[in-house]
Nanobody, 115 residues
Framework: QAQLVESGGGLVQPGGSLRLSCAGS????????MSWYRQAPGKEREWVAL???????NYEGSVKGRFTISKDNAKNTVYLQMNSLKVEDAAVYYC?????????WGQGTLVTVSS
C-alpha cells in the first residue's frame, strides 16, 4: 500500500541546519504534489512547503529563504533542507503526497531546536 517514511530529524542548535528526507512507496511518486507540514506542541498542524510534479515550489512565509524543498523522482524521495533554524521551527515534521482527492501522510520526524 501507499506509504511515506520520514527521517532526518534530531536535535540542533539555533542557527544550525538539518535535512529531512521522506521516502515514498506504493504509488506513482512523480505525479504527486509533495508537501511538508509541521506541528508544534499545542498548535495546529501547519503547511511548510510544497513541490509539484513540474518542480514548482512554494513556501510558508516564515521559512522562505531558509528552507528548500526538493525531490528525486528516481529515489521516490522528497527532501527539506532547513538552514538558520530557529527555536520556533521545533516541531514534528510530516510529509504528505497529494493527487486529486487522495492524500497520503507519513508518520512524522521530530525536530528539536535548542541550545
Amino acid at each position: 500500500q501507499a506509504q511515506l517514511v520520514e527521517s532526518g530529524g534530531g536535535l540542533v542548535q539555533p542557527g544550525g541546519s538539518l535535512r529531512l528526507s521522506c521516502a515514498g512507496s506504493g504509488f506513482t511518486f512523480r505525479n504527486y504534489v509533495m508537501s511538508w507540514y509541521r506541528q508544534a506542541p499545542g498548535k495546529e498542524r501547519e503547511w511548510v512547503a510544497l513541490i509539484g510534479p513540474a518542480l514548482n515550489t512554494n513556501y510558508e512565509g516564515s521559512v522562505k529563504g531558509r528552507f528548500t524543498i526538493s525531490k528525486d523522482n528516481a529515489k521516490n524521495t522528497v527532501y527539506l533542507q532547513m538552514n538558520s533554524l530557529k527555536v520556533e521551527d521545533a516541531a514534528v515534521y510530516y510529509c504528505s503526497a497529494t493527487f486529486g482527492s487522495m492524500k497520503i501522510w507519513g508518520q512524522g520526524t521530530l525536530v528539536t531546536v535548542s541550545s
